[in-house]
Structures are given as C-alpha cells and as structure tokens.
Nanobody, 125 residues
Framework: QLQLVESGGGLVQPGGSLRLSCAAS????????IGWFRQAPGKEREGLSY???????NYADSVKGRFTISRDNAKNTVYLQMNSLKPEDTAVYYC???????????????????WGQGTQVTVSS
C-alpha cells in the first residue's frame, strides 16, 4: 500500500539546477517526517534534509544554502530543489518517511522506516 517514488534525476552541468520529486501514496506526507538522502558508490548513505509534519525543515552542512526541501500537500509530494550543483553531488538520491518522531535524528537513515527506489543524479561537464 504505502509507496514512495522518486523522480527528476538526470545529468546536469556543474552550477546547474535540478528538482527531485518524491510522490507518496498510502499515507499523507504532511502527517510524517520526510527526509532526503543520497549515496555515492562506496560511501555511506548521507542525510541531506528533512521536513517535519508541521513544515519545519533542516539541512546538512554539505547542502545548506544550495538545496531546499518543500512539500505540496495537495499532490502529496515532497520536493528537493538543488541549485549550484557540484560534481561531488553525484549520487543516487532517496526519499524516506519515518513512522514516528525522529527527534534529533532527522538526518540519520536509521530513523526512517520506508524508502523509495532512488533516482540517479550526475553532475558533470
């Protein structure tokens, strides 16, 4: 029943922008904490940003000032706007939902219960 589907990834030049979408079904995104993560080959999964049910947001230092998380409740979709992209942003990007509260662990993958399949983002000239 519940499902998360990421889309919007692709190839972009350094300095460019991309918007990722996380379409949810089986639950309402404004009732849960939704997070964005990424994982590059050979590296651990990295928390990027999350949005709480009330709309408060948080960001990892690596993307602060460049990425913006947002939510469209009517579409039951969470977005990640990525600007000023760098080659080191290249990774598979995932969204995830937490069944309960995350406290101070909103950027930790272990705080989340359900995950999308991921979408590839490649930043290259």
């Amino acid at each position: 029943q519940l499902q998360l589907v990421e889309s919007g990834g692709g190839l972009v030049q350094p300095g460019g922008s991309l918007r990722l979408s996380c379409a949810a079904s089986g639950f309402t995104v404004n009732s849960h904490v939704i997070g964005w993560f990424r994982q590059a080959p050979g590296k651990e999964r990295e928390g990027l940003s999350y949005i709480r049910s009330g709309g408060n947001t948080n960001y990892a230092d690596s993307v602060k000032g460049r990425f913006t998380i947002s939510r469209d409740n009517a579409k039951n979709t969470v977005y990640l706007q990525m600007n000023s992209l760098k080659p080191e942003d290249t990774a598979v990007y995932y969204c995830a939902v937490a069944a309960g509260v995350v406290g101070d662990w909103g950027l930790a993958p272990t705080a989340y219960d359900y995950w999308g399949q991921g979408t590839q983002v490649t930043v290259s000239s």
